[in-house]
């Protein structure tokens, strides 16, 4: 069971957060706020965070960026009524993983925590299993059916990436952007060609599929196999 903490100086939206985490079937630690958070994790082990951003003594903004400067890569998604676009922005730049405005729908709550801590157990894994097929970030390799073979870089952290969030919507510059050198002269069409690649490589499989989504990008969707 996922351990998760609520971070928020307000007893009555706390009492809330752990009435619908736990129904989610979380354990649910509370910190009223950074400072408390950060005692508190050092004595319970925690999966994801809750943060709210007005809080005394420490902030949620200092909090997530205190997190980041030291390491810690624990999922935070910050819950607040402070909803504008530079509130937003300010709380990506300091390291939260996803942004929701009170008053937030608890089922779309749960959504995210779930999509946060399946990323995250990708991550520290480093291993993503779609049906018969298995990649394997250290080595590089996917394995089909117990047969293992090793990928060309670029290919392998695309497809690593399009499965690590399946049905998520990548564009083209995102892809860039990431896995390729942002001061390099190659343009976004060094993505499709690799796309291209990818698809051919994997044109039988049963697992999943890369689908176009016209005018945005890519994204993988599990196949028969992967459904089972």
Same mark, same amino acid.
């Given at each position: 069971m996922f351990?998760?903490?609520?971070?928020?100086?307000?007893l009555n939206t706390c009492k809330l957060m752990k009435a619908?985490?736990?129904r989610g079937g979380y354990n649910v630690s509370i910190a009223h706020d950074g400072k408390e958070a950060l005692a508190l994790m050092e004595r319970v082990h925690t999966d994801l965070i809750v943060?709210?951003?007005?809080?005394?003594?420490?902030?949620g903004f200092e909090f997530a960026? $205190? #997190?980041?400067?030291s390491g810690v890569e624990i999922p935070v998604i910050m819950v607040t009524a402070r909803g504008t676009p530079v509130d937003k922005r300010r709380g990506f730049i300091a390291g939260t993983d996803d942004y929701m405005v009170?008053?937030?729908?608890?089922e779309e709550l749960l959504l995210r925590i779930a999509a946060l801590l399946r990323r995250?157990?990708?991550?520290?894994?480093?291993?993503?299993?779609v049906g018969s097929t298995v990649f394997d970030y250290e080595s590089m390799t996917v394995t089909v059916d117990g047969v293992a073979e090793?990928?060309?870089?670029?290919?392998? $952290? #695309?497809?690593f990436k399009l499965l690590s969030s399946m049905g998520k919507i990548h564009t083209r510059r995102q892809l860039m952007d990431e896995l390729w050198d942002m001061d390099s002269e190659t343009d976004e069409r060094t993505v499709d060609v690799h796309i291209n690649r990818l698809r051919e490589r994997f044109r039988d499989s049963r697992d999943f599929s890369i689908v176009t989504v016209r005018g945005l990008g890519y994204k993988t969707v599990a196949g028969e196999g992967a459904q089972k």
């Open positions: 351990n998760i903490m609520v971070v928020d100086d307000n619908v985490l736990a943060l709210d951003v007005m809080m005394p003594n420490m902030d960026a $205190l #997190l980041r400067d009170k008053p937030v729908d608890e995250a157990r990708i991550v520290s894994e480093k291993r993503i299993a090793t990928l060309p870089q670029k290919e392998f $952290l #695309l497809i």
